[in-house]
């Protein structure tokens, strides 16, 4: 492992044969801040790499957070293989497989945020393993339809043989057929199967949906919490928000508080935030230090990996 300049940020990977591994950065609560009792393990979002999410994690690391952030495997990102090989089941595989790394070195308070795509891999596993609450913004519910509004098409009705090679979102291509098959197989393409994955969830529970997002419904995000069994689970809106939180600076900011705000409420077993609940926030001059420091260890290790292929 090694650290980054002037962070308190840790790079890791985890080998794991074959000629793949997988990244993590570890960022450390901030010196003299109240030390949380939850690690929490930040999912990048589809197509994007977890130095995207720089700014939240020194949110969370400066109220006392403990933060995990990766790059899946087939995917974006510093860890092994190219996203045209990535499915859903992928993405769950590798998110286990950081808990699990997290566990052998005896961390297993665990709480976990997951933001648009990423947060239905969340949903598939969050009532079947030992996590302290749950925090989602933007979270895809129903994949087909947010499918189809993403990529203008219904792919998941067509047949197999009718697939185009791959399909393309955000300038990143990936395999149609692997991507749909794994959907359809493993059941990760409706609204309901998304419910039945939840309905047992008995965790704080905090999910975020933003007025302007035209991918995924509010209607069906409340009818998924209905259909939980629990009364600790809460939805709350980050108005001004559309489905890309980083828009603009001023809901960046706001979602950057409102996730710190739901974590440290979760971190004591509710899903009630206080608008009023003071937070440390960094300056942001600090932001961008740590933004830049991060994506120059990320271009320095990417220049490390070019060199040995």
């Known amino acids: 492992m090694e650290n980054l ?24 609560p901030k010196i003299n801040t109240k030390k949380r009792k939850n690690t929490i ?39 092994s293989g190219n996203i045209n090989e990535f499915t ?41 393993i030992k996590l302290s609450f749950l925090v989602t913004a933007v979270g895809v519910i129903n994949l087909r339809d947010t499918l189809k509004r993403a990529l203008k098409c219904d792919y998941l009705q067509l047949a197999i043989e009718d697939l185009p090679k791959s399909f393309n979102f955000e300038g990143h291509n990936f395999e ?64 001004g928000g559309s489905h890309n939180l980083g828009a603009n600076l001023v809901v960046l900011r706001n979602f950057y508080q409102s996730i710190t705000k739901a974590a440290i409420v979760a971190d004591h077993g509710s899903v009630d935030i206080d608008i009023n609940i003071d937070i440390n926030e960094p300056q942001f001059e600090t932001l961008t230090t740590v933004t830049v420091n991060e994506r120059r260890l990320k271009n320095k290790i990417e220049s490390e990996m070019l060199s040995i292929v």
């Open 176 to 239: 149609a057929k692997s991507f749909v098959v794994d959907c359809l197989n493993n059941k990760w393409d409706t609204l309901e199967s998304t419910k039945n994955k939840l309905n047992n969830l008995d965790i704080p529970f905090i999910i975020f949906t933003a007025n302007n997002d035209n991918w995924v419904k509010e209607s069906e995000v409340i009818e998924l919490i209905d259909n939980i069994h629990s009364d600790r689970c809460k939805i709350y809106s980050l108005i």
């Open 88 to 128: 859903m089941t992928a993405g769950k595989n590798n998110l286990l497989t950081i808990i699990n790394w997290l566990k052998t070195r005896g961390i297993n308070q665990l709480g976990l945020f997951a933001a648009s795509l990423s947060a239905r891999i969340a949903y598939e596993i969050a009532a079947s």
């Open 41 to 79: 393990i930040i999912v990048s979002s589809f197509t994007k790499k977890m130095d995207h999410f720089s700014g939240l994690a020194e949110y969370l690391s400066n109220n006392g957070f403990h933060i995990i952030r990766y790059d899946s495997l087939h995917h974006v990102g510093l860890s």
């Open 5 to 28: 300049e002037n962070t308190t940020m840790i790079n890791h990977v985890i080998d794991l044969g074959s000629n793949k591994s997988i990244r993590i950065w570890e960022t450390l």
